[in-house]
Nanobody, 126 residues
Framework: QVQLVESGGGLVQAGDSLRLSCAAS??????????MGWFRRAPGKEREFVAG????????YYTNSARGRFTISSDNAKSTLYLQMNSLKPEDTAVYYC?????????????????WGQGTQVTVSS
C-alpha cells in the first residue's frame, strides 16, 4: 500500500508563491510507483491535471495553465514530491492533490493514478 500526504497549502495573495509537498510512504511504494502527479479541484469544477513527473529520469509534463508558472520536482531519496507555484492567480484556488501511478511517463490520465492523497487547500485572493 502507498500513502500520500500533502502539505504547504494556504491563503496567499495574487502574485505570491507557494510550494506544495507530498510525502510518500508505504512498503510497496518503491516497487509500484513509477510516476507522480499533481491534480486540483476548484470550487464547482471537476478535478483536473496540473503536472506530472516520472520518478526515474524526472521527465515532466504540464497542463497549459501551469506551464511557465509551476514546477514539479521530486526528491527520490526522501520520497517526496513538490510543486512550486509562482505568480499565483485567483483562478488557481483549489484543493490540490498528489497522486502516484505506475505509468513510466508523466500522464494526465486520472485513471492511471492508483494512489491519492487527501489534498491541501490553496486559496489565492485578488
Amino acid at each position: 500500500q502507498v500513502q500520500l500526504v500533502e502539505s504547504g497549502g494556504g491563503l496567499v495573495q495574487a502574485g505570491d508563491s507557494l510550494r506544495l509537498s507530498c510525502a510518500a510512504s508505504g512498503r510497496t511504494f518503491s516497487s509500484s510507483v513509477l510516476g507522480m502527479g499533481w491534480f486540483r479541484r476548484a470550487p464547482g469544477k471537476e478535478r483536473e491535471f496540473v503536472a506530472g513527473i516520472s520518478w526515474i529520469g524526472g521527465n515532466t509534463y504540464y497542463t497549459n495553465s501551469a506551464r511557465g508558472r509551476f514546477t514539479i520536482s521530486s526528491d527520490n531519496a526522501k520520497s517526496t514530491l513538490y510543486l512550486q507555484m509562482n505568480s499565483l492567480k485567483p483562478e488557481d484556488t483549489a484543493v490540490y492533490y498528489c497522486a502516484a501511478s505506475r505509468a513510466t511517463i508523466p500522464t494526465y490520465r486520472e485513471w492511471e493514478y492508483l494512489y491519492w492523497g487527501q489534498g491541501t487547500q490553496v486559496t489565492v485572493s485578488s
